[in-house]
């Protein structure tokens, strides 16, 4: 049967499904590189033995299977930012098949292994725009689809507008296109609903809690009280959180060079504009609730140690900023010298941005159970920072601590991932600035 006379729901679930997209990827980005270069530089097919030959090369090999294996990882990262709140996947696909193409070069040239640059370019090229071409086809059939089990407080996904929302009329999975299941599973939905959730897992669908749902399309925690019903377990995984670590002494190390230039021509940017010290110091409340000294760029013509709230604060139009410094706070670089706190491990480079210790207090006598958020160690860039930017008065701090607190709560590498890609964005557009 041909394609224009696929149903609707099938059409649908072929081009969301994995083996669409492995295929799709497979042909333009892997296979179709190798044919084209193997004709021009092959012999042009002329004998089966040069083609071959060329073929075989250990270049032609490893760069091949490198490709192979930096394409299959970006299709998961892609995949499972899907499900990452406000997440445009398609501002997401060069920025990841880069990052993964980058890292095989990066592999290939550490190890002296040999590779064939223009197959990996072409290889790079042809994901890319596959990728883009599966993206534009899911576009036209409608992004994730959300099937509303009737009971219970699931009423309160259909208030979002992010996303298709329809209600399930009997408790069946025939007809059902590729889709999420939402469900209040907290309530008394009945023997036949039951079985349905319990039959859709097994068979590979997601099935979400309503809440689950309502975080993942905004981004936020709902916070009425610090529970374990709203939370899960109160402690973030501690295996990541050490794996974390590692992973950001390895960056220290990458990024240390290029950070030691770039401090250096700030710092003479800092001395001619305005007289005063090169570094910033002030104490912020960190990781466990346990204060340390930060360490910036000078932005102000005269800073203060954080234990005064007024000062604490900067508005859009703070007259302490200089020139130079209002630059680096647009691109961010006045953030800089908390790399040698993140070797100290008092910072990520990810996590809930560290507040003054006169602001903290502040907030934690406005706020219940704001504390919460020093579960994880502060980070340069968060995902506060990234949706919401630079705050200051107690109404938006509440808007704040909900994203902070969903990332203590959905605390991974794959949301790390994303903040990272919308943190290079920040620094281009300025965002939150202040």
């Known amino acids: 049967m041909s394609a224009p006379f696929l149903s609707p729901i099938v059409r649908r679930g072929l081009i969301h499904s994995l083996r669409f997209e492995l295929a799709l990827v497979f042909f333009c980005g892997l296979a179709l590189p190798l044919l084209m270069l193997a004709f021009a530089e092959g012999g042009r097919f002329k004998s089966f033995a040069v083609t071959y030959s060329w073929l075989n090369q250990s270049g032609v090999i490893n760069s091949f299977i490198g490709s192979g294996f930096a394409a299959l990882a970006s299709i998961i990262i892609l995949r499972r930012m899907r499900y990452l709140p406000g997440v445009a996947v398609a501002r997401s696909i060069l920025p990841v098949f880069a990052l993964a193409f980058g890292l095989l070069l990066g592999a290939i ?39 509303v089990v009737p009971g219970g407080r699931s009423e309160v996904v259909f208030q979002l507008r992010s996303a298709p929302v329809f209600i399930l009329k009997e408790p069946t999975l025939e007809g059902l296109p590729d889709c999420a299941i939402v469900a209040d599973l907290h309530a008394d939905l009945g023997g036949e609903w039951e079985r349905f959730l319990a039959e859709a897992a097994i068979s590979g669908r997601p099935v979400y809690h309503y809440k689950h749902v309502w975080e993942a399309e905004t981004g936020k925690v709902q916070i009425d009280h610090l529970s374990e019903n709203s939370f899960g377990a109160l402690v973030p995984s501690f295996a990541y959180q050490k794996l974390k670590r590692g992973i950001d002494l390895i960056f220290v190390i990458a990024m240390l060079p290029i950070v030691v230039v770039l401090l250096v021509i700030c710092a003479i940017m800092i001395k001619r504009d305005s007289a005063g010290p090169v570094f910033f110091r002030q104490w912020r409340m960190g990781y466990r609730g346990r204060a340390f000294e930060v360490l910036k760029l000078r932005t102000m013509s005269h800073g203060h140690n954080g234990e005064n709230r007024e000062l604490s604060i900067t508005s859009s139009e703070d007259q302490r900023i200089t020139k130079v410094g209002a630059l680096l706070r647009r691109t961010r670089l006045d953030e800089l010298p908390q790399i040698y706190n993140i070797i100290r491990g008092e910072m990520s480079w990810i996590g809930p941005r560290p507040e003054a210790i006169s ?16 579960m994880v160690r502060p980070g340069i860039s968060g995902w506060a920072q990234v949706n919401q930017g630079h705050v200051a008065e107690v109404g938006a701090v509440s808007e704040k601590l909900q994203y902070d607190f969903y990332y203590v709560k959905n605390l991974s590498y794959w949301l790390d991932i994303l903040i990272a890609l919308r943190t290079v964005k920040v620094v281009f557009s300025g965002f939150g600035a202040k």
């Open 109 to 147: 040239t550490g190890l002296r292994l040999e590779h064939y640059n223009k197959l990996i370019l072409f290889c790079f090229l042809g994901s890319v725009i596959a990728r883009f071409a599966i993206t534009a086809m899911r576009n036209r059939s409608k992004g994730l689809l959300y099937y």
């Open 359 to 374: 602001l903290s207090e502040w907030y934690e006598g406005e706020i219940p159970f704001y504390r919460y958020r020093h």
